[in-house]
C-alpha cells in the first residue's frame, strides 16, 4: 500500500456521483462549518486502525481506495502515516484539503458554527499580546516576556507548518 495524492479538482470530477470513501480528520467544528456528505468523520487526535474499520465496515468495500481529507492536507498525510500499515486499503490524499475543494467549487455543504481553529488561534494570539503589552506598561516589564513568547510561537508555527496553540484550542468544549 502507498500514499498517493489527487488534485482537489480532480476529487471533485471523481466525487461528482460516485460513492467514495472518505475519511475526514478535521476536528468536529470544522467538518460542521463545510463538510462533503457522505464522509467518516475521526478528528486525527482519535484515529487508529480500529476505529476507522469499525466505522468502514459494511459502508465500503476493501478493495476501494479511502480518499483522506483536513483543512489543507498536512493532517491528512499524518492521518495516512498512522494508518498505512494497519488496513489493506489504499489511501490517497486530496492535495490542498478542504480549501483547495473551496477554490474548485467542490460540493461543500455549509453551516452556520463556531468560527474557524484558524481565526481562533489568531484571536487568542492577538489578544495574549495586546493584553500583555498593556499589562507590561501599566502593571510590570516582566508582562513584555509574553509578547516575545507568542511572537516566538507564531514564528515556529509558520516554520514547521504545526500549531501548539491550534492543537491546544481544538481541544476546548466548543470545538467538539
Not at 478542504?98 to 477554490?103: F, G, H, K, Y
Not at 460540493?107 to 481562533?120: A, D, G, H, K, M
Not at 489578544?127 to 513568547?149: D, N, Q
Request: hydrophobic share 45%; with cysteine.
Amino acid at each position: 500500500m502507498t500514499d498517493k495524492a489527487i488534485a482537489a479538482t480532480d476529487f471533485v470530477r471523481l466525487h461528482d456521483g460516485q460513492n467514495l470513501c472518505l475519511l475526514d480528520v478535521r476536528t468536529p467544528a470544522e467538518i460542521r462549518n463545510d463538510t462533503l456528505i457522505p464522509h467518516i468523520a475521526i478528528p486525527l487526535d482519535q484515529l487508529d486502525a480500529k476505529t476507522f474499520i469499525a466505522q468502514h465496515e459494511g459502508l465500503y468495500s476493501a478493495d476501494q481506495p479511502v480518499y483522506v481529507i483536513c483543512q489543507s492536507g498536512k493532517r491528512a498525510q499524518l492521518a495516512c502515516e498512522k494508518l498505512r500499515k494497519l488496513i489493506p486499503e489504499e489511501l490517497i490524499v486530496v492535495e490542498g484539503g478542504m480549501n483547495a475543494i473551496r477554490q474548485a467549487q467542490g460540493l461543500t455543504q455549509t453551516v452556520n458554527t463556531p468560527i474557524s481553529i484558524e481565526r481562533q488561534v489568531r484571536l487568542a494570539a492577538g489578544s495574549l499580546v495586546f493584553l500583555s503589552v498593556l499589562a507590561g506598561y501599566f502593571v510590570h516589564p516582566i508582562w513584555f516576556a509574553l509578547t516575545g513568547s507568542v511572537g516566538i510561537g507564531l514564528i515556529y508555527a509558520a516554520v514547521s507548518d504545526s500549531c501548539a496553540m491550534g492543537m491546544l484550542i481544538s481541544k476546548a468544549p466548543w470545538n467538539r
